[in-house]
């Protein structure tokens, strides 16, 4: 077991001088792709365990894109999200990330109010029409739309559809923001012949999560074995003809998912998965060297101890948690003036708007709100301050990468409103939903009786 796992060409490869890892370890991919399968994504065909974490591994898929896409491709064509390893993969691979500011929607879940009418639009969602402005010219788009990134070099010749390496989505995340759009995005992809990654750190203990990356897998699959007529655009649009013309294999399509956040062990594994083993065993060929057999074995011993029953009884438990939050949060808003955005299409996370605290007008005061809140050891629960306080105080936004983000955490340059985020995330229970709920309670009558007085001693 101490040799590790794989040989210096290929991560997954079976090593005759460590009989005990590698059979640990061929087990765990094996078990690895049932519970994939079983989750929600039936049509993945091959998945491995790699001994990095889930930015790491993004970095792995992207790299072996890129090999694929060819020297002309250095752009990722990138929807939001305010998580800082998202941005750094892509730099770190030396690619260009062009972000996708997303815009606001209702949601589809009106629950009878017609076509969401007065119901408030807080959902951050896919912004298409941006992405494929994106695709047709990813230069043009990020002069346009940021141009004080520090990367704004001449577009290679040709441009196009041909120098994007893929489009980078997201499923699990911070609310408002919601899961990308996988399917239309899918589309997209199959018209202009581009890869497709998804970040699913979170997603397996979401049917909603995977059943998407299974939808968009059937987009790509069934479009591309049948998509052999020229699409509407010009041969001198950015050559986006030639590309797809008589294209019969759908684009590459990778999603990767982390095993801390999924199974509860230790920091440092993740599961890249895929539906197309050729792309999959090509990104288990690029790790270099031979790593570490410990995830393989918390692996394991994990999924031997949950079984598949086990498992289904924690996602249950995780729903069942989901609706105690949100109705506990609408319960505890309401007594403070605050109110529960409306973010359905977020099968995990859920934010109270702030909008209704006195803050003396300045953000220092709501994040005392969640310092406080961490004190009493509600970890994992952040205030989030909109770009629009942002901007009001003068604080420059947050750069990474070369990139500036305005209202950075809130996924939105355009954002308003300050709010509370918390999750029901797989390993919780009611007990500990409701204890949260109270001390939050508690905290929030503290902070409007302090802040007040603080007033009047002003």
Known sequence: LAHGVGRSGDITAVQPKAPGSSLINRLVNAMLLDWLRRSGAPSTSACFLVPMATGMALTLCLLALKRRRGPEA??????????????????????????????????????????????????????????????????????????????????????????????????????????????????????????????????????????????????????????????????????????????????????????????????????????????????????????????????????????????????????????????????????????????PDNPISLAVGLGGLPSNGRSDTLTKLGARLFTQGCSGVRVVIPAEVEAAEGRAPTCVGGICLPGFNSHSASSTEAYLNAAAAIGQTPEEIDLFLGRLDKILSEFTRRIPQEDNKN
């Open 74 to 343: 250095k752009y990722v064509i990138w929807p939001r999200i305010d998580q800082k390893s998202c941005i750094k993969c892509m730099v770190t691979t030396g690619l260009i990330p062009v972000p996708i500011e997303p815009i606001r929607s209702v949601g589809s879940d009106t629950k009878g109010s017609k076509k969401g009418g007065g119901l408030p639009a807080d959902q951050l969602v896919t912004n298409l029409a941006a992405i494929e402005e994106a695709i047709r010219d990813p230069q043009a788009y990020l002069a346009s739309n940021f141009p004080g990134a520090s990367y704004s070099t001449p577009a290679p010749i040709g441009g196009g559809p041909n120098t994007i390496v893929c489009i980078f989505t997201t499923t699990s995340c911070f609310s408002p923001r919601v899961p990308d759009r996988l399917t239309a995005v899918s589309r997209l992809c199959v018209r202009y012949g581009i890869p497709h990654l998804v970040n699913n750190a979170y997603g397996v203990q979401s049917k909603r999560c995977m059943r998407m990356i299974e939808s968009s897998w059937k987009v790509l699959s069934s479009n591309s074995t049948s998509s052999t007529e020229p699409s509407h655009h010009s041969v001198e649009s950015n050559g986006i003809d030639d590309h797809r013309i008589g294209q019969l294999s759908p684009p590459d399509f990778l999603y990767v998912q982390s095993t801390d956040k999924n199974l509860m062990v230790p920091v440092g594994g993740a599961i890249i998965a895929g539906f197309s083993n050729e792309i999959v065993k090509q990104v288990a060929e690029s790790y270099p060297g031979r790593a570490s057999g410990t995830p393989a074995i918390d692996i394991f011993a994990t999924l031997l101890c949950l079984g598949w029953r086990g498992w289904q009884d924690l996602i249950d438990k995780r729903e069942a948690c989901y609706r105690r939050l949100a109705d506990g949060l609408t319960a505890v808003g309401s007594r403070h003036g605050l109110r529960l955005m409306h973010t």
